[in-house]
């Protein structure tokens, strides 16, 4: 079935550095995918909408300029944390619709900020 | 996207059947009703879709009334390893471009 694969899978850095955090279609395009945060045991929460070859869109309240999309071909999609803080800790999920129908899910990226 | 409303939480017992039942009272009429699980660290996985009357397949069942304004998910038999977070999610299945909106989740504990 179709894979999104999501690199890393755990990250740890230092207050003020920057992660990127990648979610690749494996054996389909991906003109859309979708980011999502999660805290220790709450649902998730969209953060944006990222749009090959155009500007993502993002959700009430989060901010572009820290978080920032990069959807430069068809089946890459990239977040960067940028500097990050102990708040910025979290579960990070990336999410493709499919042709068929329901959406497949990255694997996440568990991100700690110390 | 439809709103939808779940128990928090559930418990089972391994053999025992779970029925989680989710309500979607806002359902417009090109929604389909899907469901996804999740395990602790992982991403959402999905299980079932269906837009009425009942579909079946190798791991649930989903049952929809007439009005669609509920749907319940049905898991056989349960094991310690069903034990998840089970999302609802009401939106239109058959052209998926749009964002999923996801509600807080029923977490089921299955004890042996």
């Known amino acids: 079935g179709a894979v999104v694969s999501q690199h890393p899978s755990r990250v740890i850095c230092k207050s003020g550095t920057s992660v990127k955090i990648e979610c690749r279609s494996l054996?389909?395009?991906?003109?859309?995918m979708f980011w999502y945060r999660q805290f220790p045991k709450q649902s998730l929460m969209l953060m944006a909408t990222s749009n090959e070859g155009s500007k993502a869109t993002y959700e009430q309240g989060v901010e572009k300029d820290k978080f920032l999309i990069n959807h430069a071909s068809l089946t890459l999609s990239t977040l960067t944390v940028t500097s990050a803080h102990p708040e910025d800790s979290s579960f990070y999920i990336c999410?493709?619709?499919?042709?068929?129908?329901?959406?497949?899910f990255g694997s996440g990226t568990r991100l700690t900020v110390v | 996207l439809a709103k939808t409303t779940q128990p928090i939480s559930m418990d089972s017992y391994e053999g025992q059947e779970v029925n989680i039942t989710c309500s979607h009272n806002?359902?417009?009429?090109?929604?389909?009703i899907t469901w996804y699980q999740q395990f602790p660290s992982q991403g959402p996985r999905f299980i079932i879709q269906?837009?009425?009357t009942k579909v079946t397949n190798e791991v649930a069942s989903l049952f929809i009334p007439a009005d669609r304004k509920s749907s319940t998910l049905s898991l056989p038999r349960v094991s310690l390893s069903d034990t998840a977070v089970y999302y609802c999610l009401v939106g239109e299945g058959s052209s998926n471009t749009g964002k999923l909106i996801f509600g807080q989740g029923t977490t089921l504990q299955v004890k042996p």
């Open positions: 999410s493709a619709p499919l042709d068929s129908y329901g959406y497949t």
């Open positions: 269906g837009y009425k």
């Open positions: 806002n359902i417009a009429t090109n929604d389909y």
């Open positions: 054996d389909f395009q991906a003109t859309t």
